[in-house]
């Protein structure tokens, strides 16, 4: 149980366009959900902790116009990269927590490389 | 001075020894510790996840705790070739439990 998915696992997009990066959780419903971005051989940063049906709340130093994130159901939340730049090229995990095991664990997806060209 | 300290590695150790991963942290406010497992191009794994100091063990793997110290410790006994990945701690505050602060990671590879 406790499984999270991201689509898509990998995506190329030329500067200036947008993507968007799903995050499931499959089997456990998930009030809150966590967005990460990692860069090669550096920590995990939290960029942002979503709840579903409220607005996203943003760690310092990240563009809330930039990094959109929607929290529609408790089951699903994205990640939506606006204008991007190569700079924005990284590894994004999401991560959700199970509502009902009222624990604080957190259960994270495979990734989701983003590379700008 | 970040606030979690860890060892990049790589460690490279042959099958069956005893390893030892090591984190440090400097903000006292940190209550509770986590040891993750990611695999190349995978998400974290959970592996540990303690908050008080002292041992916890959990079948090859030993999660230690020194809060006087600010000092965290992962043992993983007759290490496998499968064991060979990222390691990464992580610690969260007990006012902010949501904000997980990572280490960089150690990679470590076990060589048959």
């Known amino acids: 149980g406790a499984v999270v998915s991201q689509h898509p696992s990998w995506v190329i997009c030329k500067s200036g366009t947008s993507v968007k990066i799903e995050c499931r959780s499959l089997?456990?419903?998930?009030?809150?959900m966590f967005w990460y971005r990692q860069f090669p051989k550096q920590s995990l940063m939290l960029m942002a902790t979503?709840?579903?049906?409220?607005?996203?709340?943003?760690e310092q130093g990240v563009e809330k116009d930039k990094f959109l994130i929607n929290h529609a159901s408790l089951t699903l939340s994205t990640l939506t990269v606006t204008s991007a730049h190569p700079e924005d090229s990284s590894f994004y995990i999401c991560?959700?927590?199970?509502?009902?095991?009222?624990?604080?664990?957190?259960?994270f997806g495979p990734g989701t490389r983003l590379t700008v060209t | 001075q970040k606030e979690v300290e860890q060892d990049p590695g790589p460690l490279s150790v042959p099958e069956g020894a005893i390893v030892s991963l090591n984190c440090t942290y400097s903000?006292?406010?940190?209550?509770?510790f986590m040891w993750y497992r990611q695999y190349s191009r995978k998400g974290p794994e959970l592996l540990m996840y303690?908050?008080?100091?002292g041992n916890k063990e959990d079948g090859r793997f030993t999660a230690q705790v020194d809060k006087s110290s600010k000092y965290i410790s992962l043992f993983i006994r007759d290490s496998q070739p499968s064991d060979s990945a990222t390691y990464l701690c992580?610690?969260?505050?007990?006012?902010?439990?949501?904000?997980?602060?990572f280490g960089t990671g150690t990679r470590l590879q076990v060589f048959p």
């Open positions: 991560s959700a927590r199970d509502f009902q095991r009222g624990d604080y664990e957190q259960y």
């Open positions: 089997d456990f419903q998930a009030t809150t």
């Open positions: 979503s709840n579903e049906g409220s607005k996203a709340t943003y």
């Open positions: 903000n006292s406010a940190f209550q509770y």
């Open positions: 303690t908050y008080s100091s």
């Open positions: 992580a610690m969260t505050s007990s006012y902010n439990t949501d904000k997980l602060i």
